[in-house]
């Protein structure tokens, strides 16, 4: 198993957002957690990562196991230096002063006191590339000059100069528009059947992530309550009712 969530509670303050919550992921998966706004979505990932919120540190209880083993204590960085996963934030906060390039390069920092780090960089730029021709097109703009679905193509393009084969994406869906979404869906699908990449998506909209992963889990106000393939889940009443609009 790549990672075993066990009973994990998450506290800001003394406000319990996830009260227990147990799921689990195989190497070469796609998952998704469905819930609407102020489930625990974004809670669940940024413990995963092992990231908090600077504004509000979060208390956490349970474990996490990757391979077995309880990263719970290990530190955000490690997890990117030992290319164990990479996190697409809610908001995908890119760097809007420096170009694609640079946003790029900055990803691939694990690598600096790697010898081989130059041709590792330009062949992971190459799959960025390769996967997503418009950033090619717009290497030396501007972050800020991207539109929302470029942007969203930069954020998923950081996590893979990272050179983690499991990433998580934070509502990657959220503001755009039909055509891009699914092109960048259909880019994460290639990501997980020619590079075997894990991926790990947190969605409100449940329509589009039932179609994309091959099975999930529903969180509601920080409990899971039912867990499926996605066609179950799809055919499940309470998920229609509550999250595919009847
Ligand atoms: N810094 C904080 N301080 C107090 N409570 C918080 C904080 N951050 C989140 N919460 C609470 O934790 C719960 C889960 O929030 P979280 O952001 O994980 O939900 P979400 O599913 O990602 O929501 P959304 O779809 O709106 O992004 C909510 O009830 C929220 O109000
Ligand atoms: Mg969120």
Do not use: C, W
């Not at 930069?154 to 990433?167: E, K, N, P, Q, Y």
């Not at 894990?198 to 994309?212: R, S």
């Not at 106000?221 to 998920?239: H, K």
């Amino acid at each position: 198993m790549l990672l075993e969530v066990q009973n994990l509670t998450v506290s800001y303050g003394n406000i319990e957002a996830l009260h227990g919550i147990s799921f689990n992921i195989e190497r070469g998966e796609i998952v998704t957690l469905i819930g609407a706004n102020g489930a625990g979505k974004t809670s669940t990932l940024l413990s995963l990562a092992r990231l908090t919120r600077p504004e509000a540190p979060m208390v956490q209880a349970g474990d996490i196991l990757y391979e077995g083993k309880s990263i719970l204590k290990t530190d955000a960085h490690m997890l990117i230096q030992n290319h164990l996963m990479a996190l697409v934030p809610e908001g995908r906060h890119i760097f809007g002063n420096l170009t694609v390039q640079e946003n790029l390069q900055l990803a691939a920092f694990s690598y600096r006191r790697n010898p081989r780090r130059a041709a590792i960089f330009s062949e992971a730029q190459e799959l960025v590339f390769d996967l997503f021709p418009r950033l090619k097109e717009r290497r030396k703009q501007r972050g800020e000059l991207l539109s929302g679905g470029e942007q969203q193509m930069l954020a998923v393009g950081r996590t893979l100069m990272t050179g983690s084969d499991f990433i998580m994406l934070d509502e990657p869906s959220m503001g755009l528009a039909p055509k891009l979404m699914y092109e960048m869906f259909r880019a994460l699908r290639r990501l997980n059947q020619e590079k075997n990449i894990t991926i790990l998506v947190v969605e409100q909209n449940a329509k589009v992530a039932l179609e994309f992963a091959l099975r999930g889990y529903v969180l509601k106000t920080g409990e899971i309550i039912t867990s499926g393939t996605s066609e179950e889940l799809a055919a499940n009443p309470e998920v229609k009712k509550a999250y595919l609009g009847g």
